[in-house]
T-cell receptor
Framework: GENVEQHPSTLSVQEGDSAVIKCTYSDSASNYFPWYKQELGKRPQLIIDIRSNVGEKKDQRIAVTLNKTAKHFSLHITETQPEDSAVYFCAASMAFGRKLIFGQGTELSVKP | EAQVTQNPRYLITVTGKKLTVTCSQNMNHEYMSWYRQDPGLGLRQIYYSMNVEVTDKGDVPEGYKVSRKEKRNFPLILESPSPNQTSLYFC???????????FGPGTRLTVL
């Protein structure tokens, strides 16, 4: 079936360390992979996305890598700061792009 | 201001009492979608709409209805709510189905 698996479910790092969140997806036709950040009590907001014709994309301290052969993609946050603490969701487009299927979420805690 | 709005933001109701959660966007977006968020399950798609009068089921459509009579509005209808529909609901819209999703503020629904 259509699904996205996300790991880990919780992640605790020290300020300044790096954080990595990994996702795998089931549909080999998926071609759009966004990442959303949800702060406590707020709505999810896009932080970065990648399309299948690109293997890596970077925006300041965040980067996403995509391995289409293995059907997995990852979010990398470097030099983490307390304000990076939030729940992060990966997602993958499915059903010819009509659906966006989300992972279960990763609660990231950055300790000062 | 470009935004997605939802009403009500909070609702406590009883089993079987029909309710509607409204969603409106002012960005002239073609694509709209409803998600429910439950702990440990991430964001699960209920219904989506590619355009006016075009709607389709997401992953968890049972017990819900939607309509898209106008481009800006996409109401979610629970004909006979049950306690397992207690959840946090998000409406979202995007220019098309593989672009940035803009989420509404969320509606926290409790069904007793």
């Amino acid at each position: 079936g259509e699904n996205v698996e996300q790991h880990p479910s919780t992640l605790s790092v020290q300020e300044g360390d790096s954080a990595v969140i990994k996702c795998t997806y089931s549909d080999s036709a998926s071609n759009y992979f966004p990442w959303y950040k949800q702060e406590l009590g707020k709505r999810p907001q896009l932080i970065i996305d990648i399309r299948s014709n690109v293997g890596e994309k970077k925006d300041q301290r965040i980067a996403v890598t995509l391995n289409k052969t293995a059907k997995h993609f990852s979010l990398h946050i470097t030099e983490t700061q307390p304000e990076d603490s939030a729940v992060y969701f990966c997602a993958a487009s499915m059903a010819f792009g009509r659906k966006l299927i989300f992972g279960q979420g990763t609660e990231l805690s950055v300790k000062p | 201001e470009a935004q997605v709005t939802q009403n009500p933001r909070y609702l406590i109701t009883v089993t079987g009492k029909k309710l509607t959660v409204t969603c409106s966007q002012n960005m002239n977006h073609e694509y709209m979608s409803w998600y429910r968020q439950d702990p440990g399950l991430g964001l699960r798609q209920i219904y989506y709409s590619m355009n006016v009068e075009v709607t389709d089921k997401g992953d968890v459509p049972e017990g819900y209805k939607v309509s898209r009579k106008e481009k800006r509005n996409f109401p979610l209808i629970l004909e006979s709510p049950s306690p397992n529909q207690t959840s946090l609901y998000f409406c979202a819209s995007s220019q098309d189905h593989q672009q940035i999703l803009y989420f509404g503020p969320g509606t926290r629904l409790t069904v007793l």
